[in-house]
């Protein structure tokens, strides 16, 4: 009985540990495109707030817009002004 009070610890701290380690593997396998993904996307926060201010497009601040540049970046800063200077709004 105390043998298998002791094995199940283990076990059970070796199921935490492989875990553990299996999260680590997938933050360093895919860090680089997360931390590309984030960059971009505050990178199209700040681009999509300095063209408004500075070319007074007029392009509203709604929940829509902010989403789909954070989701996009960059590129969808670039659709949203485009679809802005042909009158579409989004």
């Keep these: 009985m105390l043998l298998d009070l002791i094995f199940g610890y283990a076990v059970s701290e070796l199921v935490v540990i492989l875990a553990f380690?299996?999260?680590?593997?997938?933050?360093f396998k895919f860090g680089n495109l997360i931390l590309g993904l984030v960059v971009n996307?505050?990178?199209?926060?700040?681009?999509?707030y300095l063209v408004n201010v500075i070319f007074s497009l007029g392009i509203?601040?709604?929940?829509?817009?902010?989403?789909?540049?954070?989701?996009?970046?960059l590129p969808a800063v670039a659709?949203?002004?485009?679809?802005?200077l042909l009158g579409i709004s989004i």
Excluded: E, M, N, P
């Design 21 to 27: 380690l299996l999260i680590l593997f997938i933050i």
């Design 41 to 48: 996307s505050i990178l199209g926060l700040i681009a999509i």
């Design 60 to 73: 509203t601040y709604d929940w829509v817009t902010w989403i789909v540049v954070a989701l996009f970046g």
């Design 79 to 84: 659709v949203i002004i485009i679809l802005k």
